[in-house]
């Protein structure tokens, strides 16, 4: 079974950065340059917060507005690999980041840009991330 796998989560300072990497167990299982490929985030008794993707098909990104100069979103398909640049992080950036990916395409139809949890169907076991002082 095709797993995400989430690296570069941890504790930084208010102001910090952090750079998030996402890759698959089996690339050629799950390409990304067929998939949307996400960062979602959940904070403790919060919901599942979509933050961004990056569509595979030509590298467009999507950022939420939460983190829209702030946050960047970047792929190496070579690595089959999605970075989340995580710059001036703050306090209220602190939870588990995960990443997410949905196909592309329905059949023959392309999927409307996916911000719902509900929309993506391979996950990752998330990663930490804690801005304190």
């Known amino acids: 079974e095709v797993q995400l796998v989430e690296s570069g989560g941890g504790l930084v300072q208010p102001g910090g950065s952090l750079r998030l990497s996402c890759t698959a167990s089996e690339a050629s299982e799950l390409p990304f340059d067929e998939h949307y490929v996400g960062w979602f985030r959940q904070a403790p008794g919060k919901e599942r917060e979509w933050v961004s993707f990056?569509?595979?098909?030509?590298?467009?990104?999507y950022l939420a507005d939460s983190v829209k100069g702030r946050f960047a979103i970047s792929r190496d398909t070579a690595k089959n690999t999605v970075y989340l640049q995580m710059n001036r992080l703050q306090p209220g950036d602190t939870a588990i980041y995960f990443c997410?990916?949905?196909?592309?395409?329905?059949?023959?139809?392309?999927?409307?840009?996916?911000?719902?949890?509900?929309?993506?169907?391979?996950w990752g076991q998330g990663t930490q991330v804690t801005v304190s002082s």
């Open positions: 990056i569509r595979g098909t030509d590298g467009t990104p």
């Open positions: 997410a990916a949905a196909e592309i395409f329905l059949g023959y139809t392309p999927r409307p840009a996916p911000t719902s949890p509900s929309e993506y169907l391979y």
